[in-house]
């Protein structure tokens, strides 16, 4: 199938007939939680290692309000983008554009929005740079991977990986008005963490992902590829998280945890390479999910205790 065929829109569809409480639900599914409840705990946490401890609730509120908008706004503009290719795929056939819950308009329109308002919050109530930032994280995410990179090549994930990552930048820009080279590290560590991950979900998708024409990893590469790449990723990883510990950011607790959490990234990667099947890319996928929220747990731990 040609990518100017993907690009072709479906027939619409005929909307579906809700009440307000399922209208409300579709829109919040939209915004995908759950994703931007992490990339927030990753923003939060870039606050406390630059307040050196919990910044004001006077400056943690906007900051979570206004990134939470970024990060949600540019995920609904994305589905809108991709509605076409979500209607091929089995795992995001339910989203709430492709089965008719909401209007591409509507989802456009509320994303557009969002987006704006998280601009206009932390500029307001948090700092300039903090607001460019946000912004630049969504443009990121829509324009470069969305539109760009996503349909088109196989490293989408790569590069399009940096925009799961600026909201750490996000975080210490809010705390400090300016960036040093500590935010940066999170940064490289979010965005060295991407690829593994999303590859673990992208082999458990594979067939989907060839339905739609999408080169992701495993399609353009076969899967083979895709598993040692995992383990070289996840090697990288494994390094680099260790550098706030070594410049001395960070100190005991987070070096520790660091280090057994790369080890199971190791161990779920080889694991990958061995077995070959769906349960052993399930099992790299969760605990990739867990392994990012543990390490920035640590990171706050390390900053509140010590």
């Known amino acids: 199938m040609a990518a100017s065929n993907i690009?072709?829109?479906?027939?619409?569809?005929?909307?579906?007939?809700?009440?307000?409480?399922?209208?409300?639900?579709?829109?919040?599914?939209?915004?995908?939680?759950?994703?931007?409840?992490?990339?927030?705990?990753?923003?939060?946490?870039?606050?406390?290692?630059?307040?050196?401890?919990?910044?004001?609730?006077a400056l943690l509120v906007p900051t979570i309000i206004g990134g939470s908008l970024a990060a949600a706004g540019s995920s609904v503009i994305n589905?809108?983008?991709?509605?076409?290719?979500?209607?091929?795929m089995t795992r995001t056939s339910r989203r709430p554009i492709p089965s008719g819950r909401i209007a591409p308009e509507n989802a456009l329109v509320f994303g557009l929005g969002l987006v704006?308002?998280?601009?206009?919050?932390?500029?307001?109530?948090?700092?300039?740079?903090?607001?460019?930032?946000?912004?630049?994280?969504?443009?990121?995410y829509v324009i470069i991977y969305t539109l760009i990179l996503k349909r088109n090549t196989v490293?989408?994930?790569?590069?399009?990986?940096?925009?799961?990552?600026?909201?750490?930048?996000?975080?210490?820009?809010?705390?400090t008005g300016s960036l040093t080279f500590e935010p940066l590290i999170l940064f490289a560590i979010v965005f060295y963490w991407t690829p593994p991950h999303s590859w673990a979900l992208?082999?458990?998708?594979?067939?989907?992902?060839?339905?739609?024409?999408?080169?992701?990893?495993?399609?353009?590469?076969?899967?083979a590829t895709t598993r040692k790449q995992i383990l070289?990723?996840?090697i990288q990883l494994l390094l680099i998280s260790l550098l706030p510990a070594a410049f001395g950011t960070l100190s005991t607790i987070y070096l520790l945890a660091a280090a057994a959490l790369g080890i199971g990234m190791l161990r779920v990667a080889i694991n990958l390479i061995?077995?070959?099947?769906?349960?052993?890319?399930?099992?790299?996928y969760k605990f990739s999910t867990a392994y990012l929220a543990f390490l920035f747990l640590a990171m706050i731990l390390d900053k509140v205790i010590l």
Request: glycine share 6%; hydrophobic share 55%.
């Open 202 to 223: 992208a082999l458990l998708v594979n067939t989907d992902y060839a339905r739609a024409n999408v080169p992701m990893m495993p399609v353009a590469r076969g899967e």
């Open 79 to 88: 589905q809108y983008i991709d509605r076409d290719m979500d209607s091929r």
């Open 7 to 57: 690009r072709s829109r479906p027939e619409p569809l005929k909307p579906v007939k809700m009440t307000w409480r399922e209208t409300v639900r579709a829109y919040v599914e939209l915004t995908k939680i759950r994703i931007v409840l992490l990339l927030i705990f990753t923003t939060v946490t870039a606050m406390v290692i630059a307040a050196d401890g919990f910044p004001s609730f």
């Open 116 to 140: 704006t308002w998280s601009v206009v919050v932390l500029a307001v109530w948090v700092n300039w740079l903090a607001a460019l930032l946000a912004l630049t994280g969504a443009l990121y």
């Open 274 to 284: 061995k077995r070959k099947d769906g349960a052993a890319a399930r099992a790299a």
């Open 232 to 234: 070289l990723y996840s």
């Open 155 to 175: 490293v989408n994930i790569l590069i399009g990986g940096g925009a799961g990552a600026i909201p750490v930048l996000v975080g210490w820009a809010a705390v």
